[in-house]
């Protein structure tokens, strides 16, 4: 496999930037760009929402689990994880198998802003959001930080974080490539 080719799957918590920094990597890679949120809203015709409430969180983590394993191409592709996705145990062994993992990460006070704007998030439909957030964040934060390349998001322009993803990807991108020879 050619190190240009190796995926790129970005990891962190909610509110962190993976679909928009994914996008801006993607476009400026020529890759494809695939949201694992997105990607099982279409595959079962219903939103996470919908998900969560009919079939329960644990439904949804297997949904998450069959789109790493079969759900997406193996090659030339910017894969967006959920946030849980790679809390899950065994997760980021799998994707570290699939390609580079980069972690997007950024302060308790930015995603509380950032996920204030959307309260359509399941595992925010709950009295008190705010401190939801800050509960999962403690209890994932250990989790994230063992996740490749971290990427600080906070009050850094887009263009600069995309610049920092790209280069942590290629320089992981040769790694991978030596490893899975």
């Avoid at 494809?32 to 983590?61: C, K, V």
Wanted: hydrophobic fraction near 40%; aromatic fraction near 6%.
């Amino acid at each position: 496999m050619n190190p240009a080719d190796v995926n790129l799957y970005l990891v962190g918590f909610m509110g962190t930037g993976k679909s928009t920094v994914g996008r801006a990597v993607a476009q400026r890679l020529g890759f494809n760009l695939l949201d694992s949120d997105h990607e099982i809203e279409r595959l079962q015709g219903r939103t996470i929402t919908d998900i969560f409430a009919r079939d329960g969180e644990a439904a949804f983590r297997e949904m998450e689990r069959a789109f790493v394993a079969a759900g997406h191409p193996g090659e030339r592709t910017v894969v967006a994880c959920g946030g849980g996705l790679v809390v899950q145990p065994g997760m980021l062994e799998q994707l570290e198998a699939r390609g580079v993992v980069v972690c997007l990460h950024a302060s308790i006070e930015t995603i509380l802003e950032r996920t204030g704007r959307h309260r359509t998030r399941p595992l925010l439909a709950v009295e008190n959001p705010d401190e939801r957030v800050r509960t999962l964040y403690a209890q994932r934060e250990p989790i994230y930080n063992r996740c490749g390349t971290v990427i600080l998001t906070d009050m850094r322009p887009l263009h600069d974080v995309v610049g920092h993803v790209i280069r942590a990807w290629r320089r992981d991108a040769h790694d991978f490539v030596r490893v899975h020879a």
